[in-house]
């Protein structure tokens, strides 16, 4: 059975994480993404890392690597009026371009949707930009630092009401790309069905900070409904909901219903301090919740996690691992379920990646290529597919367009 | 305008809490008609949550928490103790596309709506089922709390200030993530169901869709076998990069002093220029100690102090405007009321909804975070009061008379 989107064809136009993430999520479900680079430097995601042994080398990123197997790799200049003519002919033969280029550049170069709709009507094309592209601050410069706190989530983490001293925390990687492309292809995958559904395309102009915003949990109605701030110094309401450490490593307790919390001092053999009245409901376990620590401190450094994990999970009770890397590839579950794929490459070489977000009953999520070199199918996409003379490559090479 | 593109699909949805409103909430934002079904003896626990209105809490209809999720959605009430709340339900699923939930493993197989209970209601049915682990593998019937499948995933162990423990999100981040993430797996399966006519059961486990966010992380392990250090703020390619404190907000809230804080990302050799020039000390970028990356790398503490020294007498927004201006990436960081009422961005690009709700007016919500230019993109309604359109649905779509209505009512059927 081939892929849920085996017919598809997109044209990706991506760096760093928001557009190549949104189509590698298409790709690993069967599309083909013929991804565009400029020539030379290629994707900043190949700087990035990290690189097998540390040393950096521009093939054997994992950042790179993990956001870009699947696809097909050509590289182009569209600032050139050559290289934007050679983009026309890929989105005529496309039902997607998802781009993630930064407003001013589309600008400067001319990649607008009016212009790619005359040589495609049917293109559904996707902006995934810090900002959108409307709006004050639709040209701001922007790095995932940036847009992660100006999209309303940093404010909320940091060290908590007793280090008001710390700043606001960034959550690890590149989440707001990630964010903004994985909202970027629900609202593509929307087009798409408009396309089946009319025979015409559109444009998805989709903002990472948007896509943020719309995650703040209960936080950002704070504000309107009860003119409250969220921020990093909140106090919990209801404890334990805490990160703390056992003999062998981190445990993430977790006791959000009564039943939970029962349970658990069950587990710990019902100890005389858990029935004082000061630890009575979850509410007085916040409010002394500096005397509590002391006594789960004290029973859980005798603790290893995976055996407090498997005894409370046991009673229904939602403790978690404090997963480090190692624990995330050594789970038996993942193992079970076959999380990690191996991608071989010719260049990086053979390692483990994170697979499947979900899987299909009927349409399969599989790795059908590793991620390309750079300009690995030029020959392919410009001279067989599109036609171009082994000569109109080889000047095209040699003026820099390709 | 053209239609919505999920104009005409119909999604049962039995989610409830976040990540199954979430993912909902993206399918009601393409026009699907969403029908929750719920019930009063045990309603969604973001009913019962503040935020509230005015501070006054109550009722099950006023929460900012549900009502943000379940926008444009509809809500029915069904009894599933009683025996003809089934059949309305395998009613419902009969003239839907999609059925959606995040129970614990097993309890749709017991409510009687497992996917092969639901493919001989509807042979061409879509399923996806939300849990904390995945329908399979020995940690299947696992208990799974959003607050827990942070670190569960791998994102505390990453995420923290340098030398000290891991670290929180914030937020329940799996929860909205494997959300949007289920959201975009159904409409791959509608595509192919499209092209095929065939429809099929996903299985979503939060913890493998927070995975995949966390490659680098990942891979810094299968690749060279070490953990990554947690670094803060910092970033191994760019300096300065952090989180700057800021004069506080003029204004208390609740008597309280609001700290504020500005993001600075300073990508390189000539955005050092810049920054260096616009915080009126351009010898820095002559000095030996910060003229090149290592060179700041090295000298990263130094410079932290030299930034915030600079940015501790301005606001955040002057912070965050003067170096734009001066061609550096920086950003207010922002809190709900800097979202909610000072960010003219989000006002001009009309980002956020205020629909008439029966209950508690027309709030202000968060909206749709793309826009469309062929299809309507807008949110068709606040979110729903708790069985609001039970009528309506049993009557409209399912075809029941308003006396049998009645009489499901009086049987207690529909509480």
């Not at chain 2, 927004?317 to 061609?327: I, T």
């Amino acid at each position: 059975m081939a892929g849920a989107l085996s017919s598809l064809k997109i044209v990706e136009i991506g760096e760093m994480a928001s557009a190549p993430y949104a189509s590698k999520l298409m790709a690993d479900m069967g599309a083909e993404v013929i991804k565009v680079e400029r020539p030379g430097a290629g994707d900043p995601a190949r700087v990035r890392g990290p690189f097998p042994g540390g040393q950096p080398h521009p093939e054997k990123s994992g950042l790179f690597l993990y956001l870009n197997s699947n696809k097909l790799g050509v590289t182009l200049d569209i600032a050139r009026p050559e290289g934007f003519e050679l983009l026309e002919k890929l989105v005529a033969q496309a039902d997607v371009l998802i781009h993630n280029v930064w407003p001013p550049d589309m600008d400067r170069v001319g990649l607008n949707f009016e212009r790619l709709a005359k040589v495609n009507p049917r293109l559904v094309m996707t902006s995934i930009t810090p900002y959108g592209l409307t709006g004050p601050n639709r040209n701001l410069r922007a790095e995932d630092l940036t847009v992660w706190s100006a999209g309303g989530v940093c404010v909320l983490n940091g060290g908590g009401p007793a280090h008001p001293e710390m700043p606001p925390l960034k959550t690890f990687g590149h989440q707001s790309g990630y964010q903004g492309g994985v909202h970027g292809a629900v609202a593509t995958m929307g087009a798409v069905m408009a396309q089946l559904r009319d025979g015409a395309g559109q444009h998805v102009d989709v903002s990472c900070q948007e896509s943020l915003a719309s995650q703040l949990e209960l936080t950002f109605e704070y504000w309107p409904y009860m003119k409250l701030i969220a921020t990093r110094l909140g106090t919990k309401p209801i404890q334990p909901l805490e990160a703390m450490q056992c003999k062998d490593g981190w445990i993430y307790v977790c006791c959000v219903e009564e039943h939970q919390w029962k349970s658990f001092v069950d587990v710990m053999g019902n100890p005389e301090w858990a029935g004082e009245e000061i630890f009575a409901d979850r509410l007085k376990r916040a409010e002394n919740w500096d005397a509590l620590v002391v006594f789960l401190e004290e029973y859980l450094k005798d603790q290893t996690v995976l055996d407090l994990y498997k005894k409370v999970q046991a009673r229904r009770v939602p403790f978690a691992p404090v997963s480090t890397m190692g624990d995330l590839l050594n789970s038996e579950h993942l193992k079970a379920r076959g999380f990690f794929v191996e991608i071989a490459h010719p260049v990086a070489g053979t390692h483990k990646y994170p697979g499947a977000p979900l899987k299909y009953g009927a349409t399969p999520w599989e790795i059908r290529l590793p991620a390309p070199t750079l300009g690995q199918h030029n020959s392919e996409i410009f001279g067989q597919r599109l036609g171009l003379t082994a000569a109109r490559l080889d000047e095209l090479k040699r003026t820099g367009v390709i | 305008m053209a239609r919505p593109p999920l104009d005409g699909i119909r999604i049962t949805d039995f989610t409830w809490v976040w990540a199954g409103p979430y993912c909902t909430l993206q399918l009601a934002h393409l026009g699907a008609d969403v029908i929750r079904i719920e019930t009063r003896t045990r309603p969604c626990i973001t009913r019962l949550l503040p935020p509230w209105p005015d501070r006054k809490p109550g009722g099950l209809n006023r929460s900012g928490y549900f009502n943000q999720y379940s926008q444009g959605k509809r809500s029915i009430t069904l009894n599933f103790k009683d025996p003809e709340a089934h059949e309305v339900a395998r009613r419902l699923i009969a003239k839907s596309d999609v059925v959606i939930n995040n129970f614990a493993h097993g309890v749709m197989d017991k409510l009687g709506f497992g996917y092969d209970d639901l493919r001989k209601i509807k042979s061409d049915i879509i399923a996806l089922s939300l849990t904390g682990y995945g329908d399979t593998g020995p940690y299947q019937d696992y208990v799974a709390y959003g607050p827990a499948q942070v670190p569960l995933s791998g994102l505390s162990a990453l995420t923290g200030y340098r030398d000290w423990p891991p670290m929180h999100a914030g937020f329940s981040y799996a929860d909205p993530n494997g959300g949007v993430h289920g959201a975009f797996a159904i409409l791959t399966a509608l595509y192919h169901r499209a092209k095929t006519g065939q429809g099929q059961y996903i299985d979503m486990s939060q913890w493998e869709c927070a995975m995949d966010m966390l490659a680098e992380g990942i891979l810094e392990y299968t690749m060279n076998g070490r953990e990554p250090e947690r670094i803060g703020n910092e970033d191994p390619l760019m300096a300065p990069h952090g989180i700057y404190r800021c004069v506080d907000r003029p204004e208390k809230v609740m008597g309280t002093v609001v700290d504020q804080f500005v993001a600075i990302a300073v990508a390189g050799d000539v955005e050092f220029g810049r920054f260096v020039a616009a915080i009126g000390k351009p010898q820095l970028g002559d000095d030996a100690k910060f003229a090149t990356l290592k060179a700041r790398k090295a000298n990263e503490a130094e410079l932290n102090r030299i930034v915030e020294e600079w940015t501790m007498t301005r606001t955040a927004v002057e912070v965050a405007r003067v170096l734009q201006e001066s061609g550096v990436a920086a950003a207010v960081v922002a809190d709900n009321k800097f979202l909610s009422e000072e960010d003219p961005h989000l006002k001009d690009r009309n980002y956020f909804v205020y629909n008439e709700h029966p209950e508690i007016g027309a709030l202000q919500h968060c909206g749709i975070p793309w826009k469309l230019s062929r299809t309507e993109t807008s949110v068709r309604s606040a979110a729903p009061c708790i069985g609001q359109h039970t009528d309506e649905v049993l009557t409209q779509v399912l075809g029941y008379s308003a006396s049998e209505v009645a009489k499901l009512r009086t049987q207690g059927a529909l509480e």
